[in-house]
Nanobody
């Protein structure tokens, strides 16, 4: 399984960006797929996930601003990021879990999101 992330960039505070993560080489039958982010000097943070059944999770810092969705026909998960803040600046990584115990983990390459003040 390969995950290909795209959509990062530079945006002013208050703006929007949309990230995509396309999966290939598998069935997209992931138990969970989503996004982590890591800012310089900070720990990795789980941002948002969506389960096979469509249940979503959001970190408190992004709730009501970010929306995660998946298109099973396109084997793609999206992260719509609105009302961006400078503290959202980070490298965003998509990941996916599958297997009876979610023992198989896959990672995409990071995509940089920079929010200027």
């Amino acid at each position: 399984v390969q995950l290909q992330a795209s959509g990062g960039g530079l945006v002013q505070a208050g703006g929007s960006l949309s990230l995509s993560c396309a999966a290939s080489g598998g069935t997209f039958g992931f138990n969970r797929i989503g996004w982590y982010r890591q800012a310089p000097g900070k720990e990795r943070e789980l941002v948002a996930t969506i389960s096979a059944g469509g249940s979503t999770y959001y970190a408190g810092s992004v709730k009501a601003r970010f929306t995660i969705s998946r298109d099973n026909a396109k084997n793609t998960v999206y992260l719509q990021m609105n009302s961006l803040k400078p503290e959202d600046t980070a490298v965003y990584y998509c990941f996916a879990e599958e297997g009876p115990l979610s023992e198989f983990n896959y990672w995409g390459q990071g995509t940089q999101v920079t929010v200027s003040s």
